[in-house]
T-cell receptor, first 114, second 112 residues
Framework: DAGVIQSPRHEVTEMGQEVTLRCKPI?????LFWYRQTMMRGLELLIY????????DSGMPEDRFSAKMPNASFSTLKIQPSEPRDSAVYFC????????????FGPGTRLTVT | QKEVEQNSGPLSVPEGAIASLNCTYS??????FFWYRQYSGKSPELIMF????GDKEDGRFTAQLNKASQYVSLLIRDSQPSDSATYLC????????????FGSGTRLSIRP
């Protein structure tokens, strides 16, 4: 398996622009997680899905952030409008319910908002 | 109070020695505990998980859990330069894969 795939790997955008991050989980995994990592705040859970259904989005910072999972093999995280404080590395991870926490992380998307 | 707390380090340990990494958590309902390793510029990878009080050993790694003290630790025996990384402690309230909360990580440096 190719592992968790994220795109783009790097994104530089200007404040106010819309940003869409994409994730393809490992085939057969039934959980998908979006995390954000910064030096100041560490690794923060934004939202997670189980069988394509959002279970907990309490970590989404504000209404500018939205996430979807239209099918088992694709998820998006959208920021509209983007702000400089959104600059971070965004990780997508997937897991199987019977593997009890063994999450496989994607390579991450480094987002810079100028 | 943060949900999962770790000393940020850096923790410097000579090659061949034992590295000891510690973590405390605030939610007494936590049931699952994990250690992830993250090399600079890379994504986290799971190296240990533990659910019950006591020790769990896997090769050079030992995870220790004390639920009464809300304390988790990771011991790395015979430390190697390749162990130099940031170690993230993670905790989940549930016994499945859901909602895993990470600490900010401890940076470990193994000096030759």
């Amino acid at each position: 398996d190719a592992g968790v795939i994220q795109s783009p790997r790097h994104e530089v955008t200007e404040m106010g622009q819309e940003v869409t991050l994409r994730c393809k989980p490992i085939s057969g995994h039934d959980y998908l997680f979006w995390y954000r990592q910064t030096m100041m705040r560490g690794l923060e859970l934004l939202i997670y899905f189980n069988n394509n259904v959002p279970i907990d989005d309490s970590g989404m910072p504000e209404d500018r952030f939205s996430a979807k999972m239209p099918n088992a093999s694709f998820s998006t995280l959208k920021i509209q409008p983007s702000e400089p404080r959104d600059s971070a590395v965004y990780f997508c991870a997937s897991s199987l319910v019977d593997r009890k926490g063994w999450m496989y992380f994607g390579p991450g998307t480094r987002l810079t908002v100028t | 109070q943060k949900e999962v707390e770790q000393n940020s380090g850096p923790l410097s340990v000579p090659e061949g020695a034992i590295a000891s990494l510690n973590c405390t958590y605030s939610d007494r309902g936590s049931q699952s505990f994990f250690w992830y390793r993250q090399y600079s510029g890379k994504s986290p990878e799971l190296i240990m998980f533990i659910y019950s009080n006591g020790d769990k050993e896997d090769g050079r790694f030992t995870a220790q859990l004390n639920k009464a003290s809300q304390y988790v630790s990771l011991l790395i025996r015979d430390s190697q330069p390749s162990d130099s990384a940031t170690y993230l402690c993670a905790v989940s309230r549930y016994s499945s894969a859901s909602k895993i909360i990470f600490g900010s990580g401890t940076r470990l440096s193994i000096r030759p």
